[in-house]
């Protein structure tokens, strides 16, 4: 029924360039913009919505020693017309200047059985793909990890704010499966399951 209403709207007008945005100027949120919500309830009452988990990765950019990647569970499809999904990144993380400037990243959807490597991207300043078994995306070259349920190759589109974090749009080059028998990680109540 939705590829129809789909179908039905793309003849009756013609087809609009998407336009992009204007960019907004990055800048930190105001005591006077601070909702009376504290971050530890709203930690709690969200914990409550269960989310995928992925890893995010990159190439080296150039003077990098080797490849960035981080734990997110904050990636959702955006877009089918282009193919555009999203990730949310934290403002203070050491590894999304990394991913910035490469330009490129993969997005990398974790199945139930790789909480161990999720925990290995979760931390800081450590050498995360120590032992780690992947190859390369074929458009970004971005590690895509072994054992993944699947991985999306993608172009970085856009980057804009959201209170302390940063929202990253990522146009889609290419993409896959892995073991699409496996169940997928999932986090809820501040664990995995």
Known sequence: MAEAAVRYLR???PAAPVE???RPELRCVGED?????GQAEFRRVLG???TGVAVITAPAAEGECGPAGFACQSFSAL???PPLVVFMVGRTSTTWPRIARAGVFCVNVLADHQ???C?????SGADKFAGVAYDAAPRSGAPRLAGALAWIDCTIHAVH??????IVVGRVDALGTGDEEAAPLLFHKGRFR
């Open 11 to 13: 003849s009756t007008r």
């Open 20 to 22: 992009p945005l204007p």
């Open 33 to 37: 913009e601070r909702v009376p919500v």
């Open 48 to 50: 409550n919505f269960a």
């Open 79 to 81: 877009s089918l017309d």
């Open 115 to 117: 909480g161990a490597l």
């Open 119 to 123: 925990r290995g991207f979760a931390v």
């Open 161 to 166: 704010t959201g209170g302390d974090h940063l």
